[in-house]
T-cell receptor
Framework: NAGVTQTPKFQVLKTGQSMTLQCAQD?????MSWYRQDPGMGLRLIHY???????DQGEVPNGYNVSRSTTEDFPLRLLSAAPSQTSVYFC?????????????FGPGTRLTVL | KQEVTQIPAALSVPEGENLVLNCSFT??????LQWFRQDPGKGLTSLLL?????REQTSGRLNASLDKSSGRSTLYIAASQPGDSATYLC????????FGAGTTVTVRA
C-alpha cells in the first residue's frame, strides 16, 4: 500500500490564482480530512469527509472547497489564493469517522502565495 | 471547543537521558489521544494511540500515559538518542482531531 499520497509537494502561486491540491489513499478508508499547519498554531482542520459524496466544514474552511466523488480521492481546491493561505497542507485518512481508529497522514504540500 | 497545550515548546537533552513530553486538553470527553512525530519538512508519523479507556500504551522505548479526568497525557521516551530529535505532536480525538502546537526535541550527542 502507498498509504496517503499528496501532490504536488511544493507549489508557488500568485494572489488570485486557483489550484487543486490532490490527496489519495489506497486503504479503503471512509474518513478523509485536510489540515493546514502554521508555525506555532498546530494543525487546524479545514474540511473533512465521512465517505464518498459527503463533506463538511472544519475549523478554517473559508477560501477552500472540497468534493469526494470516490472513496480514494479527496482534492482540496483554493478558489482565489491569498497570502494568508501560505501554509503546509496535510491530508489524512482513517478507517471510520469518530471511531477508535488511528489517523494516517500524507507527506504534505508546501504552498506559498505571493 | 477543545484546546490542546504542549509544554515546553522546545527541549534539549544529552543523549541517554529520558524524555518527558506533556500534553494537556480542556475537555475530557474524548475517544482517544494520538502522539505523532514530525521531522523537519516531513509529514506526521503516528507513534502511539491511546484509547479513552486505557491508562497507558507502550511501543519499544516509548510509553504514553493518559489521565482523562485531569486532561493530561505524557509521552516518555527512554534512553534518548540523536535520532529522536524531532517535533512531537499530540492530538485529541473528540470526534474531530485537535492538535497541540508540538514540542521540538533536540538530543545532543
Amino acid at each position: 500500500n502507498a498509504g496517503v499520497t499528496q501532490t504536488p509537494k511544493f507549489q508557488v502561486l500568485k494572489t488570485g490564482q486557483s489550484m487543486t491540491l490532490q490527496c489519495a489513499q489506497d486503504m479503503n478508508h471512509e474518513y478523509m480530512s485536510w489540515y493546514r499547519q502554521d508555525p506555532g498554531m498546530g494543525l487546524r482542520l479545514i474540511h473533512y469527509s465521512v465517505g464518498a459524496g459527503i463533506t463538511d466544514q472544519g475549523e478554517v474552511p473559508n477560501g477552500y472547497n472540497v468534493s469526494r466523488s470516490t472513496t480514494e480521492d479527496f482534492p482540496l481546491r483554493l478558489l482565489s489564493a491569498a497570502p494568508s493561505q501560505t501554509s503546509v497542507y496535510f491530508c489524512a485518512s482513517s478507517p471510520r469517522r469518530g471511531s477508535l481508529d488511528e489517523q494516517f497522514f500524507g507527506p504534505g504540500t508546501r504552498l506559498t502565495v505571493l | 471547543k477543545q484546546e490542546v497545550t504542549q509544554i515546553p515548546a522546545a527541549l534539549s537533552v544529552p543523549e541517554g537521558e529520558n524524555l518527558v513530553l506533556n500534553c494537556s486538553f480542556t475537555d475530557s470527553a474524548i475517544y482517544n489521544l494520538q502522539w505523532f512525530r514530525q521531522d523537519p519538512g516531513k509529514g506526521l508519523t503516528s507513534l502511539l494511540l491511546i484509547q479513552s479507556s486505557q491508562r497507558e500504551q507502550t511501543s519499544g522505548r516509548l510509553n504514553a500515559s493518559l489521565d482523562k479526568s485531569s486532561g493530561r497525557s505524557t509521552l516518555y521516551i527512554a534512553a534518548s538518542q540523536p535520532g529522536d530529535s524531532a517535533t512531537y505532536l499530540c492530538a485529541v480525538n473528540d470526534y474531530k482531531l485537535s492538535f497541540g502546537a508540538g514540542t521540538t526535541v533536540t538530543v545532543r550527542a
